[in-house]
């Protein structure tokens, strides 16, 4: 297992400020934001001072129903040995759903959204978690994720599904310990009991960032200081085991170098001063350099139906419900301690499955996908909610991804919002709501604009003019036909046809 150290996500905005920190042992950055071949500065100047670089992909959507797309994990394999990378990281997400395999319009959620805890959903991850395997040079880890909705009818606990993917595919985990939290709030899932049935050995890293709390929903927003309940959680895990490595996510509002330096000092003091406790062996998860305990059998779970796929072409609005916090389970393993307690080390090396994992049947592939295109069309196309979901949270979910929508479309198209100004958001926002996305942030910009511009928007001239340069110049890699007659259109409304 590498010993990565305490390191922080690379962010252009930050980057100098990075390189001005000490004791940074390692970086992460986002797969999906750099290119082979023209690498930022600031990271290969990182890399020849020896800092270990790690690509983080976000779009692979490992947990979706179809198997994963040949042409991201060639370029997130390619990034890797570019980088010169120990491993790389996904997550246990995901990220698009519809398509042929359920014959219904393919949706893009431009967000990380939590599978079902289900045999059909394991089934498949599990499948698609080897296809990335072997086509990866490196070994893969994945990471938890944070949700603001539950899926009703589970069959298995985080730790449960967690534990048996270990097992069946050999994958190492991140372990986001704000996720943790954010769940515990937003779903009443405590973390202590997450992280005491976590197979240990399989750690590769772990997340540690910040949000903030909002009519009782937290949001991990990665874009405020680490606040005090997820150090907890970083404790408490590093209690448990020692953390072949500790990563700072921030990606917003973004501090000054010397608050970097002090939320880096607050991780590693929590580490360090983290008190070791008994380890409570979850399935899976094992004492470094113990035998491999027999797992208890899990009780088998009740089936319980999956939600059916309802289609709606007007969008319908939703409201948003606080949720209320539910309190920790109280630690009893801690309470209880054994007769000779374990000092953390570090993980063992990860086994590997014995046997290759069995192919998922194809109609566990089509209900997971059915499910999974019926929650991404009430939350982006306003559908009718899917039977036994929160309506109310659904809406909570759904406002946070038509934002996150305006937010990275502004980041990928700074010019927009210089040119609509204070209209911008609003704009955006409104097409949002009745566009659902399907082929990325990038194109989804120029759908925006070319919205605009059809329905003769904006009213001001000259950004109209702006505007409109900016579409031709981007609109051009497309084939013609609808772009071509678009252009004439605009020509011709500004007399220059």
Request: with cysteine.
């Amino acid at each position: 297992m590498t010993k990565l150290g305490v390191g922080i996500g690379w962010r252009p905005e930050i980057a100098d400020a990075i390189e001005g920190l000490t004791g940074v042992d390692w970086v992460e950055v986002v797969a999906e934001n750099i290119c082979v071949g023209h690498l930022p500065d600031s990271l290969e100047r990182l890399r020849a001072r020896g800092v270990t670089v790690v690509p983080h992909g976000v779009s692979l959507g490992l947990g979706g129903a179809d198997r994963p797309d040949t042409g991201r994990l060639a370029a997130l394999a390619e990034k890797a040995e570019a980088l010169g990378a120990p491993l790389v990281t996904e997550h246990i997400a995901f990220v698009r759903a519809g398509g042929p395999l359920t014959a219904t319009p393919l949706l893009e959620a431009g967000h990380l959204l939590p599978v079902p805890r289900t045999r059909d959903a394991l089934d498949v991850l599990c499948e698609n978690v080897r296809i990335a395997q072997d086509a990866l040079p490196v070994p893969l880890a994945l990471e938890n994720i944070a949700a603001l909705v539950s899926w009703p009818g589970e069959e298995l606990t985080e730790g449960q599904f967690l534990s048996e993917l270990v097992e069946r595919t050999g994958v190492r985990l991140l372990i986001d310990v704000a996720n943790l939290h954010t769940n515990h709030v937003n779903r009443g899932e405590d973390p202590a009991e997450a992280l005491s049935s976590l197979p240990v050995e399989a750690l590769a890293y772990v997340h540690v960032a910040g949000g903030l709390e909002r009519d009782g929903v937290w949001h991990d927003t990665h874009a405020h200081p680490v606040p005090r309940p997820v150090l907890d959680v970083l404790a408490d895990l590093a209690s448990r085991v020692s953390p072949p490595g500790v990563l700072l996510e921030r990606d917003d509002h973004f501090p000054a170098a010397d608050e970097l330096a002090a939320e880096l000092e607050t991780i590693r003091t929590t580490i360090a001063t983290a008190r070791p406790r008994p380890l409570l062996i979850g399935a899976g998860a094992r004492v470094s350099g113990g035998p491999m305990p027999t797992p208890t059998p899990m009780p088998t779970p009740t089936p319980m139906p999956m939600p059916t796929l309802v289609q709606s072409p007007t969008p319908t609005p939703t409201d948003i419900r606080t949720a209320s916090r539910e309190p920790a389970a109280p630690d009893t393993a801690a309470a209880t301690p054994p007769a000779a307690p374990v000092t953390p080390t570090a993980p063992a090396a990860v086994r590997q499955p014995a046997v290759p994992v069995a192919p998922a049947a194809p109609a566990a592939r089509q209900r997971l996908g059915l499910a999974q295109a019926a929650l991404l069309s009430a939350l982006v196309a306003g559908t009718p909610a899917p039977e036994g979901f929160d309506v109310r949270r659904l809406g909570v979910q759904s406002r946070a991804l038509v934002a996150k929508r305006a937010d990275v479309v502004a980041k990928v198209a700074p010019e927009l919002p210089e040119i609509l100004g204070d209209g911008y958001r609003s704009a955006f926002l409104a097409y949002a709501r009745s566009r659902p996305m399907t082929d990325g942030y990038r194109s989804d910009a120029l759908d925006f604009v070319e919205g605009l511009l059809v329905a003769g928007r904006p009213e001001d001239v000259e950004a109209r003019r702006r505007l409109t340069a900016w579409w031709r110049e981007r609109a051009g890699v497309r084939p013609p036909g609808p772009a071509a007659r678009l252009a004439h259109r605009v020509r011709t409304a500004l007399g220059r046809g």
